[in-house]
């Protein structure tokens, strides 16, 4: 069985289970996005790439993707602040959220964010009147639900009319004529989102054709500011949201995502003049590889007609497989070269769902065995609890 690099000795010493970031990897895929973000044709700039925080807000994590000159794009108050606490740049800040409370507005007026990505008419409103009794103005952009199918798992799509997320189409117009009368707003452009863990481009393709209809039909409008002056609408910026998926079954392979294929199908299929920005949000693709969960082995179970090898850790630490089904590649790093056998390896937790893997050919384990479940770097660590009281997994960085 071939597995990862490891650094074993180490790992010896510590209290499992924990995250390992692998820092070399999340460098090669941060050199990776800004080289194929940045490949200029006509006169267009690069991609503004912001890093959808909630995938993992470890600091030291954080700290290298700012540092590598990416924004941020947060959901909720407290990870403006963790995108502020890691260097990013205010001005290279989004904050989206179908729920943003008042309180969480107000800071990231204060911090000046870039921009709100607003998911409905009543938050335009809220913004508007939060920012006129603070003396400042709101940037924004509509976030709008474009009804498109990314074939991706379902409780990971989120632009279907179906989905919470989002301004609904047909209220497009109406929300753009909210943006110029409201004295504080300005309205910079439209933001998508359609789901996430997309491997295959052709939702991309059709949300940029859907995208492209929907710039047009807000540029042929005529608004009336809030001094009653007809203003044509000005869509600036275009945020296609995140969604590239990665190889859950090919670490070793192929570590890097895709980006050349994700921003070659934008470039290709986006309509884009020199005035006009594009944005992109990218959470899971920029670290995904880089995380694993270490286990160790506790015990060895022989079932009726299975054979369980039970970890340390469990559900409340790596909740993907129980929450979506989701796959994460297990290898047996302390002994990779025995026979295999097949298990299910399955968590601690009084909770039947409590299973990583089922069926699963894996080098024989031991009592006592180190185990990584690998492509934990994103939804692993920043969706971990307490629950049974267990101690949450912390980390460590290569
Ligand atoms: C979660 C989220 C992302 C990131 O999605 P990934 O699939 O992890 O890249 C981007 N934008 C918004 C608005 C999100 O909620």
């Known amino acids: 069985m071939i597995t990862g690099h490891f650094p074993i000795a180490r790992f010896e010493t510590l209290e499992t289970p924990f995250y390992y970031y692998d820092m070399e990897v999340l460098s090669d895929t941060l050199r990776a996005v800004n080289t194929e973000r940045s490949v200029v044709e006509c006169s ?233 920005q594009a944005h992109c949000e990218l959470g899971r693709s920029i670290v995904a590889q880089c995380g694993n969960l270490v286990t160790r082995v506790l015990y060895i179970k022989k079932g009726e007609n299975k054979q369980f090898a039970i970890v340390d850790a469990g559900m409340n630490d790596l909740i993907r497989p129980a929450m979506y089904g989701a796959f994460h590649r297990v290898e047996n790093i302390s002994h990779p070269d025995k026979e295999e056998q097949l298990y299910d390896i399955v968590g601690p937790v009084c909770e039947s769902s409590d299973v990583f893997v089922e069926n699963y050919h894996i080098a024989a384990v031991q009592r006592g065995d180190l185990l990584v479940m690998r492509s934990a770097g994103a939804y692993g660590e920043t969706m971990a609890s307490q629950y049974n009281l267990r101690r949450l997994p912390g980390h460590v960085i290569s």
């Open 44 to 276: 267009n700039a690069p991609f503004n790439v912001h890093y959808a925080i909630k995938a993992c807000s470890t600091p030291a994590v954080l700290q290298m993707i700012a540092q590598a000159g990416l924004g941020a794009d947060c959901v909720s108050g407290g990870e403006v602040k963790a995108a502020i606490e890691a260097g990013f740049a205010a001005e290279k800040i989004v904050f989206a959220g179908v729920a943003k409370s008042d309180k969480e507005i107000r800071y990231a007026l204060e911090q000046g964010i870039f921009c709100f990505n607003v998911e409905s008419m009543e938050e335009l409103e809220v913004i508007s009147s939060l920012a006129s009794e603070m003396g400042v103005r709101a940037r924004v952009c509509l976030r709008i639900n474009p009804d498109i199918n990314a074939h991706t798992y379902d409780k990971i799509t989120t632009g279907l009319s179906e989905n919470k997320f989002g301004i609904p189409m047909r209220f497009l117009n109406q929300a753009v004529e909210l943006c110029y009368r409201l004295p504080e707003i300005d309205f910079l452009g439209l933001h998508f989102h359609i789901g996430s863990q997309i491997t295959d481009m052709e939702p991309f393709i059709h949300l940029a054709h859907r995208i492209n209809e929907l710039v047009a039909q807000v540029e042929q409008m005529t608004c009336t500011d809030h001094e009653g002056k007809a203003v044509h609408p000005v869509v600036r910026h275009i945020n296609i949201g995140g969604g590239l998926g990665i190889l859950y079954e090919h670490p070793n392979h192929f570590p890097i995502p895709d980006f050349k294929s994700y921003f070659d199908t934008w470039r290709t299929h986006l309509q884009l003049r020199a005035d006009q």
